[in-house]
Nanobody
């Protein structure tokens, strides 16, 4: 069992930056599948960024060049640095990890991009 707690969301103006954090209750040795998704009001959840099994990253086209995913050396946290934020980035952001073959999700953190 893994508990995930996201933090770092909030209200930011267009063009601003936020850094989301996701703390896991145990060390996550497998980087594969560790990532972030988001769900905007009235829309389906979509992938934002994820690590693959070889440690490379995949980003949604809409966030490429603006968002960066990383994880802690202790492998117990994953981060999402978001720059040049746009109103269309407004959503609840969820982190996900894979542990013992199962996916675990956090409860989400709200990011609102508005002037």
């Amino acid at each position: 069992q893994v508990q995930l707690v996201e933090s770092g969301g909030g209200l930011v103006q267009p063009g601003g930056s936020l850094r989301l954090s996701c703390a896991a209750s145990r060390t996550i040795f497998s980087i594969n599948g560790m990532g972030w998704s988001r769900q905007a009001p009235g829309k389906e959840r979509e992938l934002v960024a994820v690590f693959t099994s070889d440690g490379s990253t995949i980003y949604a086209e809409s966030v490429k060049g603006r968002f960066t995913i990383s994880r802690s050396n202790a492998a117990s946290a994953v981060y999402l640095q978001m720059n040049s934020l746009k109103p269309e980035d407004t959503a609840v952001y969820y982190c996900k990890v894979r542990y013992n073959g199962m996916d675990y999700w956090g409860t989400g953190t709200l990011v609102t991009v508005s002037s």
